[in-house]
């Protein structure tokens, strides 16, 4: 039986406890509720006795059993690691790895790998997902931060949870975006004709984008963003929404004429409080050759 810590955000207040549960896990609402009849959810350290109970803020502690042993196997793939000590590790993500196992991705992730070049990661998040804290989409590339110890882990969620941990990507995306910055404010849910995407619902989770134009090359602009809160997908289907759909992301956008392998979207800098020392850590990672590539040809 794993012990998994969940931190709701302020925008997540309201929410039904089975509804962010089934998300957070990606589990069945009945799954859900079946574990909250057996007393295996906890809010705030109180046992928790009706599905419908909404969230607060604070902490959710979930007993959940994994459905099968551990089948993320340590392999030798190579992998970028931008500093690791004692409590964590941050690790240059490359464009086309997945982040952890998942159905039809059962190897070749970053935690494959992670478990053959670092050994020791935090099991908080359970067998599958070992030391992930949060995750970068397959083609997404740049830095993320893994925990090495369940301490570190509940510092590193709660950091997210609170926006301390700061978190910025670099994309080229379609268009002339008009405005030099600004903030994107749309609900996020999944798209109920297809659940491997998402949309902006009003009935969906709250999502913020802060942006900052950094070029403009008439169709196109490069843009710096930041992300408020994390939900999935977000800065692509943001981007999508104002009609900027990010160069190469053909699941939200359409083909590029670059000859791209995935989005020109990459997370850039990272910043957050170390565990143990309280010291502030900013970590940042230039953009990958094929990026600088397609700016080189942009560029008078």
Not at 3 to 24: A, Q, T
Not at 198 to 219: C, L, P, Q, W, Y
Request: charged letters at 30%; one cysteine or more.
């Amino acid at each position: 039986m794993k012990e998994l810590f969940y931190y709701p955000k302020i925008e997540d207040k309201g929410i039904r406890i089975d509804v962010y549960l089934s998300k957070e896990l990606s589990e069945t609402r009945s799954r859900i509720k079946t574990l909250i009849a057996s007393g295996k959810v906890f809010l705030n350290g109180e046992q928790v006795s009706k599905s419908g109970a909404e969230i607060k803020q604070g902490e959710i502690k979930v007993l959940f059993e994994a459905p099968r042993e551990l089948d993320a196997l340590p392999q030798d793939i190579p992998l970028e690691v931008v500093f690791q000590d004692k409590d964590i590790a941050v690790i240059n993500k490359p464009q086309g790895m997945v982040t952890h196992p998942a159905a039809g991705s059962p190897d070749n992730t970053l935690v494959n790998a992670a478990l053959f070049h670092i050994k020791d990661l935090s099991g908080i998040n359970g067998v599958f997902r070992p030391g992930i804290v949060h995750r970068l989409d397959k083609d997404t590339s740049g830095l993320l931060v893994i925990a090495k110890n369940n301490t570190a882990h509940l510092s590193l969620a709660r950091q997210i949870a609170d926006k301390t941990a700061e978190r910025y990507y670099i994309a080229l995306v379609e268009g002339n975006i008009k405005q030099d910055s600004g903030t994107i404010d749309m609900p996020l849910a999944r798209l109920k004709t297809d659940r491997k995407k998402m949309s902006v619902d009003e009935n969906g989770r709250r999502a913020v984008t802060g942006f900052k134009v950094i070029e403009r090359f008439g169709d196109y602009t490069l843009v710096e963003f930041k992300l408020q809160t994390g939900r999935t997908h977000q800065i692509r289907v943001h981007c999508k929404a104002l009609n900027h759909a990010v160069v190469g992301d053909i699941t939200y956008g359409r083909k590029d004429k670059f000859g791209l392998k995935g989005q020109l979207l990459h997370s850039y800098k990272l910043a957050l409080t170390h565990p143990s020392t309280g010291e502030r850590l900013v970590f940042e990672a230039p953009l990958p050759e094929y990026f600088e590539r397609v700016l080189a040809k942009l560029r008078p």
